[in-house]
């Protein structure tokens, strides 16, 4: 007992304040090294992070976006991304057992054709990788397939080292169809020309990311961050009417190629259809095309305008041929290939010729310069300034009005009416209707001319003669249709525009983009005179479009006849601008045909032919119906018309019966006379027209039939049974006048030149 009584008084007072004060120390300790902790894990946690991570076996994996959708104006897929597969190879894993080796590069060399001797190179190179593409952007299929070898219980059992890595690749269902205005992406997913620059940041989305740690069998529970996809757009492209249009401009050139000259059928050849009261683009397209798939294809080059070091056009004119290709530099042939790739349509300027005339005369009009009911006399020329600036009518019109100088497109009637308006306010209304200035549509590369026209201090006599017929200076496709349309549609300028809808991946609405009127050129009774005039042009006694006119419509519209610089060379751009139907229109046409490769380019039918064609198929087909009656030519030709549309591609035309319709080579004659004496199927009725022809007849909104454009006889919607006809035009009489070709007055009546002494 005294003993622990001892032992107890020696732990004295003092040495328990000892103790104590080193308890409060170490905790003072302990609570600085927290506070050093927290804030070492504050300042430097996530750098620290790292450095551990990094001596794991720790994953990053990219997960990319996939690119927006580009759709027609109906939902057809113009543009899409589908993905692919990587196929990488992670050395380490793989040789952590070396039996792994051979099964897993016999498996790589079945499935993907990969060379076995390249990758046993990187590996003894590079045995500590964990990143290598063996092959890239492989289907899906070839995946899959991949995939079930290793899950094969014997077979599979050694594949190691093999994971793949999704990506996207863009691709085009319909190949060279609107390339021009969709454009291409490159390698690393950028847009490139057309759509796919201009609105690159909508299509575009943000990659994803998945992060986590990689045991031997590279599976573990992973974090992920997952991509967001770049929205889709809507364009207010029609595929049916691009289609047609790219049809007959391609027809064009197969026609006249290697004409007069080896090369395409012309130089230049484009055409916009465009609707007159919205601004939006229903088709456009240029020649040659390309296909967006195989973008660096250089079979499309052959034919096109030779080209120097600097992207320009040689002198004398010489056209590319298999032999130029092959001598081509890598810089030489991207100079071709951009020029193959630009849009002509909004790129290319040029003289737009007598299509300007329709603008003169309204500035004149709407200025108050002129009523509109004047007449001037023409007398073959006009001198204005030095020179004798002469008209297409070598002894003149005689005195004619001002409708009647639109309708003959005379020179000096524009001069004079140029003359009435003055400098400045000429100048005023070729800013007003766009001439110079971008029109900001949205695809990528619009150029801009206002260095190109005049201006109020350096116009003169001359100048203001010339561009009253539109010479001396130069525009664009899409500047001339659009301020053409304001000059119909009650002077409203819509900004054009080819994309209608942005949505998500999901379908939901971002943006809707609606019609944008920018401005008014002209008051409603001016643009109601210059349809009054232009009607004249197709349908007039004198007019110089007449082979422009679709059989069964009325349209209006204007000729045009440009000449190239040099002066007097002899090489022209004849043009059609017009519009349809003529008393209320619902679309605007532009046909460019630059340089024709002919004898004689100064003849306007090579544009209205190319309008009379398209407008042929592409009126119907927007339920736009005809008003006039059809002559016997007429009727026969729109019947082989018909019979072209529904045979499928490749058909030749003897393997087709008196109908047009394809005959099955198995169908012989020894078939044929087995079936002699069978009866005809119950309730087939010979008013029954053939179901892909009827099916394709536009619905009539009054009466819910399918009506024949042709025709005029009605069809049921379902059955396809004759219903009645006749009502929507009378039978043609006897004598009745087509609208042939060859049959009126064309362009060719125009004027050539453009200088001052001799000029349109």
């Given amino acids: 007992m005294s003993n622990q009584k001892n032992t107890i008084n020696r732990f004295t007072i003092k040495m328990q304040k000892k103790l104590l004060i080193l308890f409060m120390f170490i905790l003072a300790a302990f609570a600085g090294l927290s506070v050093q902790l927290f804030l070492i894990n504050r300042d430097n946690g996530e750098d620290y992070k790292k450095q551990v991570l990094s001596q794991q076996e720790y994953d990053s994996t990219t997960i990319p976006f996939k690119r927006g959708t580009i759709m027609d104006s109906n939902g057809t897929v113009l543009a899409v991304s589908n993905k692919v597969y990587n196929v990488i190879l992670d050395a380490n894993l793989l040789m952590k057992d070396e039996k792994n080796l051979e099964p897993t590069l016999s498996a790589l060399k079945k499935i993907f054709s990969i060379d076995t001797n390249t990758v046993r190179s990187y590996i003894a190179e590079h045995p500590n990788s964990a990143y290598y593409v063996m092959a890239k952007r492989v289907e899906y299929e070839k995946k899959v397939a991949f995939e079930e070898l290793q899950k094969d219980p014997e077979k599979g059992k050694n594949i190691k080292g093999v994971w793949f890595e999704d990506e996207y690749r863009r691709e085009y269902p319909n190949g060279s169809l609107a390339c021009d205005v969709i454009g291409f992406t490159t390698s690393d997913n950028v847009g490139t020309y057309g759509l796919e620059e201009y609105y690159n940041d909508i299509l575009c989305g943000t990659n994803g990311r998945e992060y986590g740690y990689l045991n031997d069998d590279s599976t573990l529970e992973r974090?992920?961050?997952?991509?967001?996809?770049?929205?889709?757009?809507?364009?207010?492209?029609?595929?049916?009417?691009?289609?047609?249009?790219?049809?007959?401009?391609?027809?064009?050139?197969?026609?006249?190629?290697?004409?007069?000259?080896?090369?395409?059928?012309?130089?230049?050849?484009?055409?916009?259809?465009?609707?007159?009261?919205?601004?939006?683009?229903?088709?456009?397209?240029?020649?040659?095309?390309?296909?967006?798939?195989?973008?660096?294809?250089?079979?499309?080059?052959?034919?096109?305008?030779?080209?120097d070091e600097k992207g320009v056009k040689v002198k004398p004119a010489e056209n590319v041929t298999m032999e130029a290709l092959n001598a081509m530099n890598d810089e030489q042939m991207y100079q071709h290939l951009n020029a193959l790739w630009k849009n002509h349509c909004i790129v290319?300027?040029?003289?737009?010729?007598?299509?300007?005339?329709?603008?003169?005369?309204?500035?004149?009009?709407?200025?108050?310069?002129?009523?509109?009911?004047?007449?001037?006399?023409?007398?073959?020329?006009?001198?204005?300034?030095?020179?004798?600036?002469?008209?297409?009518?070598?002894?003149?019109?005689?005195?004619?009005?001002?409708?009647?100088?639109?309708?003959?497109?005379?020179?000096?009637?524009?001069?004079?009416?140029?003359?009435?308006?003055?400098k400045e306010r000429f100048v005023d209304y070729q800013h007003l209707f766009g001439f110079g200035l971008k029109t900001n549509i949205d695809l990528a590369g619009e150029a801009r001319t206002d260095s190109m026209v005049f201006n109020k201090t350096n116009i003169g006599p001359t100048d203001l003669a010339t561009n009253s017929f539109g010479q001396s200076?130069?525009?664009?496709?899409?500047?001339?249709?659009?301020?053409?349309?304001?000059?119909?549609?009650?002077?409203?300028?819509?900004?054009?525009?080819?994309?209608?809808?942005?949505?998500?991946?999901?379908?939901?609405?971002?943006?809707?983009?609606?019609?944008?009127?920018?401005?008014?050129?002209?008051?409603?009774?001016?643009?109601?005179?210059?349809?009054?005039?232009?009607?004249?042009?197709?349908?007039?006694?004198?007019?110089t479009g007449h082979t422009a006119r679709p059989a069964g419509y009325i349209i209006g519209g204007k000729t045009g006849t440009a000449e190239t610089l040099p002066r007097g060379n002899r090489e022209y751009v004849v043009s059609f601008l017009g519009y349809a139907p003529a008393d209320e229109p619902q679309i605007a046409i532009y046909v460019v045909v630059d340089r024709p490769n002919v004898p004689q380019q100064d003849d306007a039918k090579y544009a209205t032919r190319i309008v009379r064609k398209i407008l042929t198929e592409v009126l119907p087909y927007l339920n736009i119906f005809m008003?006039?009656?059809?002559?016997?030519?007429?009727?026969?030709?729109?019947?082989?018309?018909?019979?072209?549309?529904?045979?499928?591609?490749?058909?030749?035309?003897?393997e087709l019966d008196e109908e047009g319709n394809p005959i099955d080579p198995e169908d012989t004659e020894e078939d044929t006379e087995a079936g002699e004496g069978q009866e005809e199927p119950e309730g087939e009725e010979e008013d029954t027209v053939d179901r892909e022809v009827w099916k394709d007849f536009p619905i009539d909104p009054a009466t819910g039939y399918r009506v024949d454009p042709a025709t005029g006889n009605f069809y049921d919607p379902d059955l396809g049974t004759l219903i009645g006809g006749g009502s929507l035009m009378e039978e043609p009489t006897e004598g009745t006048e087509g609208a042939g070709e060859g049959t009126e007055p064309e362009g060719g009546n125009e004027p050539a030149g453009t200088s001052p002494d001799a000029t349109e």
């Fill in 473 to 543: 200076f130069n525009v664009t496709m899409i500047q001339m249709i659009t301020g053409f349309c304001s000059l119909i549609n009650g002077g409203y300028y819509y900004e054009p525009h080819v994309v209608s809808r942005i949505t998500t991946a999901d379908g939901a609405t971002i943006e809707n983009v609606e019609p944008r009127v920018l401005k008014q050129t002209v008051s409603n009774s001016t643009s109601d005179t210059i349809k009054e005039f232009c009607n004249t042009v197709v349908t007039g006694e004198h007019g």
């Fill in 348 to 422: 290319d300027s040029y003289e737009p010729g007598s299509v300007s005339k329709p603008f003169t005369v309204a500035a004149a009009i709407e200025s108050g310069s002129i009523r509109g009911d004047e007449t001037y006399l023409c007398e073959g020329k006009l001198h204005v300034g030095d020179h004798d600036i002469k008209c297409h009518q070598t002894f003149g019109d005689g005195r004619i009005s001002v409708q009647e100088g639109i309708e003959r497109s005379c020179n000096v009637v524009l001069m004079e009416v140029a003359f009435a308006l003055g």
């Fill in 627 to 654: 008003t006039e009656e059809l002559s016997d030519k007429e009727r026969e030709e729109l019947e082989q018309l018909q019979i072209q549309i529904r045979t499928p591609e490749g058909v030749k035309e003897q």
């Fill in 223 to 307: 974090t992920t961050i997952p991509a967001r996809d770049g929205y889709n757009i809507q364009t207010t492209i029609d595929a049916n009417i691009q289609a047609i249009v790219e049809k007959y401009l391609k027809e064009f050139n197969e026609e006249y190629k290697d004409g007069v000259r080896p090369g395409n059928g012309a130089e230049g050849l484009g055409c916009i259809i465009m609707e007159v009261n919205t601004g939006n683009v229903l088709a456009m397209a240029d020649y040659p095309n390309y296909n967006l798939n195989d973008t660096r294809n250089k079979q499309n080059l052959i034919g096109m305008p030779l080209l």
